[in-house]
């Protein structure tokens, strides 16, 4: 059975909340800890990203923003060899709740394929004044788009 981009984007729930949760004896750890962390829903475009040189993040649109969040922290993962990697920050001064992160908005190291496809995973996340994890989302996406 194959689900739905959209169900597994709500499936996709950060390592560190999975971790958080985990680490939890009792009922009342595991309420506080998920009051804690935020599920972020995030989608993304490769519409306009070149393979092999392309440094302009793509566009991203990001629900669940948590109050606090002062930064956000962007990685992306080829999924079919996780070694090849990119990473970057940026300052968040925008609303909590949705929000649309513009295209170029950071510089990274983005896809590169010789022939066919590949499964890159994005993940999100949300981090406080001084650094503290608040809440994350993933995504995986082949590039190029089908």
Do not use: H
């Not at 079919?80 to 908005?105: K, L």
């Not at 890159?120 to 004044?129: C, G, M, N, R, S």
Request: proline share 5%; hydrophobic share 40%.
């Amino acid at each position: 059975m194959t689900l739905p981009v959209v169900a597994l984007r709500r499936l996709a729930v950060p390592l560190l909340l999975v971790s958080a949760l985990a680490a939890c004896k009792t009922v009342e750890q595991r309420e506080a800890a998920e009051a804690r962390y935020q599920v972020l829903d995030i989608s993304f475009s490769w519409s306009d990203t070149a393979a092999c040189g392309d440094t302009a993040s793509p566009l991203f649109s990001i629900r669940n923003v948590p109050s606090g969040t002062q930064r956000l922290r962007f990685t992306m993962v080829n999924a079919m060899t996780p070694s090849e990697n990119s990473s970057a920050e940026i300052d968040y001064t925008g609303r909590y709740g949705r929000v649309a992160i513009t295209r170029g908005a950071f510089e990274y190291t983005g896809p590169c394929i010789d022939e066919g496809t590949k499964r890159y995973q994005w993940t999100v996340e949300a981090l406080d004044a001084e650094g503290n994890f608040l809440g994350g989302g993933k995504l995986v996406r082949p590039f190029p788009d089908r």
